[in-house]
């Protein structure tokens, strides 16, 4: 790699300085609302994190440009951002975890009442928040690149972007909304495409991690859960026919998992 010239430094200190303020400024002023939250008052608790993950999300932004920056003016990436941007990601998904849980595949009933406590939490803000975190995440994931030691970190990453972006949807209310004719219809149909593809890509993605790198059976099972997340989320939309095609998959799926169990029982 050619010697970073001390010219080529200086310039890149000048044009990061403003920027590793404003990331400086975020995290104190994080801290600040953190010590604010009240378990007293859990609506107000929940508007606050819901805040800050989107503010993770702007901050991760911030490290990305960082890196950037870096590669534009002294050759190289900056690994130290970047991590830090991957940081921000997760941040804001546990944000979104503490308010709507992290549960994949579960009856609504289980945490609808974590729902009520954002009721006023518009459906159109709701996926605005979860397009622009998986956009978050996907910008962060290419800036590491494709060989990058935490390619299958992200795997865990997007799955728990995608449970969360479950989660923020009120089931009870989608069907209705879901009407053309309903304010809002073309946000909320956006909003399930986005879940949707998100669960299947989170399915296939751990089967892929199981597959490729680790072959540890609870990979298996999580994208055997991702799958089952699906199914229910047809189910619930009254479509049969895709619903039926998941359950065929799943199927297929723990038949070959069951498999690999009883081979690796028997060499152990």
Not at 108 to 121: A, C, H, K, M, Q
Not at 144 to 157: M, P, Q, T, Y
Not at 227 to 245: F, K, M, P, Q, W
Request: aromatic content about 10%; overall charge neutral; charged content about 35%.
């Amino acid at each position: 790699m050619a010697k970073i010239s001390n010219e080529a430094k200086q310039r890149y200190n000048e044009n990061v300085k403003e920027y590793k303020s404003r990331t400086e400024e975020f995290l104190e002023r994080e801290k600040n609302v953190l010590k604010a939250i009240s378990a007293e008052n859990p609506t107000d608790a929940a508007f606050k994190r819901l805040t800050l993950a989107n503010e993770r999300m702007n901050l991760a932004s911030y490290y990305l440009l960082l890196n950037r920056i870096s590669v534009s003016l002294l050759g190289i990436k900056n690994e130290a951002f970047l991590n830090d941007a991957r940081k921000s990601c997760y941040q804001s998904v546990i944000y979104l975890e503490d308010v709507v849980t992290d549960v994949v595949d579960a009856p609504f009933s289980d945490y609808s009442e974590n729902l009520e406590v954002i009721d006023s939490f518009p459906d159109e803000k709701r996926f605005l928040l979860a397009k622009k975190l998986g956009f978050t995440i996907e910008s962060v994931e290419d800036d590491f690149g494709e060989n990058s030691k935490w390619k299958w970190s992200f795997v865990e990453l997007e799955g728990r972007f995608i449970a969360v972006a479950k989660n923020l949807v009120n089931l009870k209310t989608l069907i209705a909304g879901l009407d053309p004719r309903v304010e809002g219809y073309e946000s909320r149909h956006r909003y399930v495409k986005l879940i949707k593809e998100g669960l299947q890509k989170a399915a296939d993605r751990y089967r892929q991690k199981y597959e490729l790198s680790t072959l540890r059976i609870d990979d298996f099972k999580l994208a055997i859960e991702y799958l089952g997340a699906l199914r229910r989320l047809h189910t619930i939309l009254g479509e049969n026919d895709s619903a039926e095609v998941v359950k065929k998959k799943t199927d297929v799926w723990k038949a070959k998992m069951q498999t690999d169990e009883k081979r690796t029982a028997e060499g152990a």
